[in-house]
């Protein structure tokens, strides 16, 4: 397996001002990391099981203005 097949696998790492796009719903939707999530938390109406061995990103839609939480696996960036 390549570095960057490797690296994919895992999932990239962004930090807060990222541009980032993931799938929704059939189409690509853009935004921007708002935090990284690396515990047990509320976020974007509900509860996420992160953790640092498996953060996840909250992410503010540019359409919509509205917050979702994906695994860094599902985020590409910009």
């Not at 690396?38 to 509860?47: L, V």
């Not at 996420?48 to 990103?57: G, I, K, L, N, T």
């Not at 992410?59 to 994906?70: D, I, K, P």
């Amino acid at each position: 397996m390549t570095k960057k097949a490797k690296n994919k696998a895992k999932g990239e790492k962004f930090t807060k001002g990222d541009e980032v796009t993931w799938r929704s719903h059939g189409s690509t939707a853009e935004g921007t990391v708002v935090r990284k999530l690396t515990r047990r938390t509320e976020a974007a109406g509900r509860t996420v099981d992160a953790s640092p061995e498996e953060p996840q990103y909250e992410v503010r839609s540019a359409q919509s203005g509205n917050t979702a939480v994906h695994r860094p696996s599902a985020l590409h960036r910009k």
